[in-house]
């Protein structure tokens, strides 16, 4: 698949920075957490084999801040880059609300911008995703759903990653 122009990839990275500088600069010390990203499960192995895209190992980091609460719902604002399916670097960032649903367990979408040579034919792109995390107080485990939407995203996919809360331990 072709690269992304590299102003284009700088610009999604510059605005992921941006996104999370303010947040760590003046976060609440309980509120910031560090993401590791993770490892995929792509549901279409020999057609995620055949296009390239089947690494399910997928390395990165990422910040994580919680900015606010209300009653039932936790929204947070992260920003991280990885090594993606495709063996490239992804670069994402966005905003995501997600519902308590009881014992640790929460619902919720969130609104993301990807950067990535492996998506998207590498045009940056913002696409709505869903997540279900659990929290264990120090850590939360994330996971996702991305479906297979042409031209987007070749094979549909599970993605996990985890965050650490430092303050928590």
Known sequence: MPAAAPSVRALLAAAACAVAAPAVADADADALGISVYGLSYHFDRDRARALGVDNGF??????????????????????????????????????????????????????????????????????????????????????TFLPKVERYNDVATLGFWVTYWPQRW
């Open 58 to 143: 997928n390395p990165g980091l990422g910040v994580r801040y919680r900015f606010a609460e209300r009653e039932r719902w936790t929204f947070v604002i992260e920003a991280a880059a990885y090594r993606d399916s495709g063996r490239n670097t992804a670069v994402v960032a966005g905003v995501a609300a997600l519902w308590d649903v009881g014992s640790g367990f929460h619902l919720g979408g969130a609104l993301v911008a990807f950067d990535s040579p492996t998506y998207n034919r590498g045009r940056a792109f913002i696409a709505p995703i869903p997540l279900a995390t659990y929290d264990w107080g120090p850590v939360t485990l994330n996971a």
